[in-house]
C-alpha cells in the first residue's frame, strides 16, 4: 500500500510528536507528503472570546510552523501544517477526509482510569471515526494496562468444532 500523504495530529506534548521520525521515514521511503495538524479550542472564561480563539490559532501556527520548518532542514522536503478549531477527534477525522489522508500517524498517551474516563481517549475515537488507516504508536513511558476481562485460548479440532 502506498501512502502519499500522511497526516500526523499533535497536540504540542513531547509525546505526541514521537509519532514524526516514523512518520517520516514512512514518507522518505515512499515519497509522499506529510501533514503536521493540530486542534486548538479556546478554553476558561475571557472578556474576549475571539481574541482567545484568535490566539490559540496563532500559537498552534506557530508551534506546527518551527516543527515544519526544522523538518524541512533534514530533507523531508513535502510538509504543510494546518490548525482545526475544535475537540481534538473530531478534528483529525475531518482532517483525514478533508486532506484525503492515506494514513494517519499517531500516538497513544496511554492513559488509563480515572484520566481516561475524564479525558477520553482520542486515538479510539479516531479509530471508531475515520476509515483512513492508522498506525497507533505507543509513546516512551506511557502506562501499560491490561484489558478487562478473562481471555482462554480455544483450539480447532480436526472435526472443526472448538476444544
Given at each position: 500500500?502506498?501512502?502519499?500523504?500522511?497526516?500526523?495530529?499533535l497536540?504540542?506534548?513531547?509525546?505526541?510528536?514521537?509519532?514524526?521520525?516514523?512518520?517520516?521515514q514512512?514518507?522518505?521511503?515512499?515519497?509522499?507528503?506529510?501533514?503536521?495538524?493540530?486542534?486548538?479550542?479556546?478554553?476558561?472564561?475571557s472578556?474576549?472570546?475571539?481574541?482567545?480563539e484568535?490566539?490559540?490559532?496563532?500559537?498552534?501556527e506557530?508551534?506546527?510552523?518551527?516543527?515544519?520548518?526544522?523538518?524541512?532542514a533534514?530533507?523531508?522536503?513535502?510538509?504543510?501544517?494546518?490548525?482545526?478549531?475544535?475537540?481534538?477527534?473530531?478534528?483529525?477525522?475531518?482532517a483525514?477526509?478533508?486532506?484525503?489522508?492515506?494514513?494517519?500517524?499517531?500516538?497513544?498517551?496511554?492513559?488509563?482510569?480515572?484520566?481516561?474516563?475524564?479525558?477520553?481517549?482520542?486515538?479510539?475515537?479516531?479509530?471508531?471515526?475515520?476509515?483512513?488507516?492508522?498506525?497507533?504508536?505507543?509513546?516512551?513511558?506511557?502506562?501499560?494496562?491490561?484489558?478487562?476481562?478473562?481471555?482462554?485460548?480455544?483450539?480447532?479440532?480436526?472435526?472443526?468444532?472448538?476444544?
Amino acid at each position: 500500500m502506498k501512502f502519499a500523504k500522511i497526516l500526523v495530529p499533535l497536540d504540542g506534548s513531547a509525546q505526541a510528536e514521537t509519532a514524526l521520525p516514523t512518520a517520516v521515514q514512512l514518507v522518505k521511503a515512499q515519497g509522499g507528503s506529510l501533514s503536521l495538524i493540530r486542534a486548538v479550542e479556546a478554553w476558561g472564561i475571557s472578556s474576549d472570546v475571539v481574541e482567545a480563539e484568535i490566539r490559540v490559532v496563532r500559537e498552534a501556527e506557530q508551534y506546527l510552523g518551527k516543527l515544519a520548518d526544522l523538518l524541512r532542514a533534514n530533507g523531508c522536503d513535502r510538509v504543510d501544517t494546518s490548525v482545526w478549531y475544535g475537540a481534538p477527534a473530531r478534528s483529525i477525522v475531518d482532517a483525514a477526509s478533508t486532506q484525503k489522508a492515506d494514513l494517519i500517524v499517531m500516538t497513544s498517551h496511554g492513559r488509563g482510569g480515572i484520566s481516561r474516563l475524564i479525558m477520553g481517549s482520542v486515538a479510539e475515537s479516531v479509530l471508531r471515526g475515520t476509515t483512513t488507516p492508522i498506525l497507533l504508536l505507543r509513546a516512551g513511558g506511557a502506562g501499560v494496562f491490561a484489558p478487562e476481562g478473562k481471555a482462554r485460548r480455544v483450539q480447532a479440532t480436526a472435526e472443526g468444532s472448538i476444544a
